[in-house]
């Protein structure tokens, strides 16, 4: 398959390709992050790509008490001993100002991450430890730079050693990147013209998450993800019909559980009778936040592929960039 | 369009119109649900139908302290102060039974709910507090005995009012039953040859979570779901292709956030423009368990005539029988 690259009018390849130095750059606008006391829980909010450093830090991490909120308002069961860690790319999405809002007015302690914007704006008025990311990409990929930052905020709230695991994901990824970029090729050859599916275990979920909506922002096509062994009791018998119009990713792991991988299996191969086209993929890696990161760098160019491949510049989001100016009227 | 209802071998119809029924039935059972202490949090266990009273209950209920666990073992956090509900309609299901084990050793306590199988075993032999549920249906139809079975464990963990907001939604359904059945007819007609995708706002995320389960287990076809709105801030790019293959149904509620109603305006005129088809549909009700149950019965009923629409048998899971026999072997 052919993959024109003069389609690529942002050189979103060149940010991608270095995505690895990400990471270092966003540990150190994450030092501005301090944390007074050790709290409670903590929540994210944020929307979209912004979401999903609270997401890996959910995967990753489960023992601590974390969760994400993407919505307008405070997540039930808040009290003002629970850090909010707010994170806005552009630094004006509605929902995650709205919900920071409220949270300095019940009292919360607050660390924000963002470029600049109206949360930024709202940090200097209020003084609240602030990171400033790198402007002028786009939040799905800044994930390192707010990944990074976001850990920062993590250790100063008490999580140790996730500054260590972060620059190891860094070193990781930069020396997979020349493999996965034609493992990516192949990817986006496979599923074009179907609609990609994402499936990985319940315990790495962002993994297939974040690469379904690498194929819906970079490659603007229809995709959709599931775990297992959950989607094996409701989802599966749906591709009784239209199997034919899916290609299916599965992402392993050698610490899937054993049944997990014997369902993993027997589905591909049911999955194949009903004449889908399966994709099996190992995602590399020594624990969950290299597994994911992977999967990251491997469908953010996947997805910017299938875009080539469907005469496509990559970049512009346009359907977003409508909705955003409907809002406003 | 024209439903052939001599495919429905199993006389499926008949119980999906008795589905109102089953909730004085499931309290009955419940009664015998005793717990000895309130618990620091409750946890769920159970996988596809099964899960589900446990997912509707955390929607409902956001202040108490509940989560649902759909994998083997045990989720992250728990403590032997922690309330296991392990929910089997077969009683069999691999993930549940080991998550109950588990659960046991731990010295959690737990209470249980199956029709028979080996989790009703389980609990004999440990003294488990267990609710027996009418066998001899599919789990998927037997959700208003579970879930009212599950509302009488709540009471007895703590959280007040459950079993008359049952009775309340057993009755509601009832009079919504007639209605319903003619707008299900329609339902199944507008997505005919086309893949259903099921939006409603955060808060009621069962609602379009268990349409999709009824599409996929009752219809035999594809479906997917999400929220708004986290569908804004990336799925919806993905529809720049491919859109015509989608037929949308937008599940609104009176109580959704003013900027959500907005959203879900502005997203249906933009995937229309794409060549997607919609529908918008009230979700009837006067709180959320009212709305979720009228999305079950009226989705439970759309899968039914989709499946016959397709000339299909509603109610063999035969993707799922394929998967278990060689999982076992």
Same mark, same amino acid.
């Given at each position: 398959?052919?993959?024109?690259?003069?389609?690529?009018?942002?050189?979103?390849?060149?940010?991608?390709?270095?995505?690895?130095?990400?990471?270092?750059?966003?540990?150190?606008?994450?030092?501005?992050? @301090?944390?007074?006391?050790?709290?409670?829980?903590? %929540?994210?909010?944020?929307?979209?790509?912004?979401?999903?450093?609270?997401?890996?830090?959910?995967?990753?991490?489960?023992?601590?008490?974390?969760?994400?909120?993407?919505? /307008?308002?405070?997540?039930?069961?808040?009290?003002?001993?629970?850090?909010?860690?707010?994170?806005?790319?552009?630094?004006?999405? !509605?929902? =995650?100002?709205?919900?920071?809002?409220?949270?300095? !007015?019940?009292?919360?302690?607050?660390? &924000?991450?963002?470029?600049?914007?109206?949360?930024?704006?709202?940090?200097?008025?209020?003084?609240?430890?602030?990171?400033?990311?790198?402007?002028?990409?786009?939040?799905?990929? &800044?994930?390192?730079?707010?990944?990074?930052?976001?850990?920062?905020?993590?250790?100063?709230?008490?999580?140790?050693?996730?500054?260590?695991?972060?620059?190891? @994901?860094?070193?990781?990824?930069?020396?997979?990147?020349?493999?996965?970029?034609?493992?990516?090729?192949?990817?986006?050859?496979?599923? %074009?013209?179907?609609?990609?599916?994402?499936?990985?275990? =319940?315990?790495?979920?962002?993994?297939?998450?974040?690469?379904?909506?690498?194929?819906?922002?970079?490659?603007? @096509?229809?995709?959709?993800?599931?775990?297992?062994?959950?989607?094996?009791?409701?989802?599966?018998?749906?591709?009784?019909?239209?199997?034919?119009?899916?290609?299916? %990713? %599965?992402?392993?792991?050698?610490?899937?559980?054993?049944?997990?991988?014997?369902?993993?299996?027997?589905?591909?191969?049911?999955?194949?009778?009903?004449?889908?086209?399966?994709?099996?993929?190992?995602?590399?890696?020594?624990?969950?936040?290299?597994?994911?990161? /992977?999967?990251?760098?491997?469908?953010?160019?996947?997805?910017? /592929?299938?875009?080539?491949?469907?005469?496509?510049?990559?970049?512009?989001?346009?359907?977003?960039?409508?909705?955003?100016?409907?809002?406003?009227?």
């Amino acid at each position: 398959m052919e993959f024109d690259e003069s389609l690529d009018k942002k050189g979103m390849k060149a940010i991608l390709l270095d995505f690895p130095n990400q990471f270092a750059k966003g540990l150190e606008v994450g030092n501005a992050l @301090v944390v007074a006391a050790k709290p409670r829980k903590v %929540f994210f909010a944020g929307m979209g790509g912004s979401a999903l450093p609270g997401d890996i830090a959910v995967a990753c991490f489960p023992a601590a008490s974390m969760s994400v909120h993407k919505d /307008y308002g405070l997540p039930n069961g808040i009290s003002k001993q629970d850090l909010l860690i707010a994170v806005s790319y552009s630094g004006n999405t !509605e929902e =995650t100002i709205d919900c920071a809002q409220q949270a300095l !007015e019940l009292g919360c302690p607050i660390v &924000a991450v963002a470029s600049g914007g109206k949360l930024k704006e709202f940090a200097e008025r209020n003084g609240i430890p602030f990171a400033a990311v790198p402007k002028g990409i786009q939040p799905r990929i &800044a994930l390192g730079y707010q990944f990074a930052a976001c850990a920062k905020a993590l250790e100063a709230a008490g999580i140790s050693g996730v500054s260590n695991k972060v620059l190891e @994901v860094a070193l990781f990824i930069e020396k997979e990147k020349p493999a996965v970029e034609s493992l990516a090729q192949q990817c986006a050859a496979a599923s %074009f013209d179907k609609i990609p599916v994402l499936y990985c275990s =319940t315990e790495l979920w962002p993994a297939a998450r974040i690469a379904k909506i690498a194929f819906n922002e970079n490659g603007k @096509v229809p995709s959709f993800w599931n775990v297992f062994p959950e989607s094996n009791h409701n989802e599966l018998v749906g591709f009784t019909r239209f199997a034919e119009k899916f290609h299916f %990713f %599965f992402l392993h792991s050698t610490d899937d559980h054993p049944r997990v991988k014997k369902r993993m299996q027997i589905t591909r191969a049911l999955m194949q009778e009903k004449g889908a086209t399966v994709t099996d993929l190992e995602l590399k890696g020594s624990n969950s936040m290299q597994r994911i990161f /992977y999967s990251v760098l491997l469908f953010m160019l996947a997805g910017y /592929y299938t875009a080539l491949a469907y005469g496509q510049d990559p970049f512009p989001v346009q359907m977003v960039e409508n909705l955003k100016s409907a809002l406003d009227k």
